[in-house]
Nanobody
């Protein structure tokens, strides 16, 4: 299986910045898309940003121009640079990755989630 571990969340004032990281580990063969989602209290989980294996990116309208997603394929890590943070960005942020890993029986598909990291933006 493939495990994802996030880091970098915390408390920041409005207008501030944070950088989230998510590292994948395991017998990874290939990682395709890597995404960041978030879930605020009482709301559904929503896609924040996604990046393909070819580094094509897509963002939710609410974060365009403020957030930047990137990845380091050599480290199996995805990042989310968050600038000009707003109180409405407060949520638990989750990373997600999909691809293939080496099982004892050959390559298998995985779709894994991290445990989540809390981002709180004060006004």
């Amino acid at each position: 299986q493939v495990q994802l571990v996030e880091s970098g969340g915390g408390l920041v004032q409005a207008g501030g910045s944070l950088r989230l990281s998510c590292a994948a580990s395991g017998r990874i063969s290939r990682i395709n898309a890597m995404d960041w989602y978030r879930q605020a209290p009482g709301k559904q989980r929503e896609l924040v940003a996604e990046i393909s294996s070819g580094a094509n990116t897509n963002y939710a309208d609410s974060v365009k121009g403020r957030f930047t997603i990137s990845r380091d394929n050599a480290k199996n890590t995805v990042y989310l640079q968050m600038n000009s943070l707003k109180p409405e960005d407060t949520a638990v942020y989750y990373c997600n990755a999909a691809g293939t890993f080496w099982s004892d029986y050959g390559p298998k598909i995985f779709n894994s989630w991290g445990q989540g990291t809390q981002v709180t933006v004060s006004s």
